[in-house]
């Protein structure tokens, strides 16, 4: 059976047409603080908008161990063209006797409806079926992120239905979306 540090021991490299998918560093604080602070972008989130830099500096900070110690984390999604941090995305959980995992992702506002999402959840859908070895694929957003629901229907994801007061977020107990590939 494949095992979690198998895949994750050495975060790859990705690459689609228009982006980098890489391991996030230390210098991509004050990117990270450009998109995160920003109240839409982290509107259907299940973390707070960054208030300052030391947000961005602790989210790295609880990153870069997970790298070390080849446990599931997140590639940060560079922009080829202007090579900044424009976003994250990457699995936030994978129960590997069952082959099923679960994908989430963000991206900078600038950089919305650009098809650039869809592009890179097609690309780590295809890594997760081939690398991981999955047999099915999740993913999940608050049932009013319409953006978030229409990258997973153009990624080949089908509406598996809805999770009602699935999860404490921001202090209410919210409905989610529930989409999957297989």
């Not at 961005?56 to 070390?68: D, H, K, T």
């Not at 941090?85 to 992702?105: D, M, N, P, Q």
């Amino acid at each position: 059976m494949m095992q979690v540090e198998d895949v994750f021991r050495d975060l790859p490299t990705l690459e689609t047409e228009r982006t980098v998918l890489r391991k996030i560093t230390i210098n991509d604080a004050k990117d990270l603080f450009d998109y995160c602070s920003d109240e839409e972008v982290a509107r259907y989130t299940s973390w707070y908008p960054h208030q300052t830099i030391d947000d961005s500096f602790l989210f790295i900070n609880a990153v870069l161990p997970l790298y070390q110690e080849g446990q599931i984390s997140p590639w940060g999604i560079e922009h080829k063209e202007t090579d900044k941090l424009i976003g994250t995305c990457g699995f936030v959980s994978w129960v590997t006797k069952h082959a099923r995992a679960e994908i989430g992702y963000a991206l900078s506002r600038q950089y919305w409806n650009q098809g650039l999402m869809t592009e890179i959840v097609r690309n780590i859908i295809d890594f997760g079926f081939n690398t991981m070895q999955l047999v099915r694929l999740e993913a999940r957003c608050h049932v009013d992120n319409i953006a978030s629901a229409r990258v997973m229907e153009k990624s080949s994801m089908q509406l598996e239905g809805i999770l009602r007061k699935h999860m404490l977020i921001k202090g209410e107990h919210q409905d989610l979306k529930l989409y999957f590939h297989h």
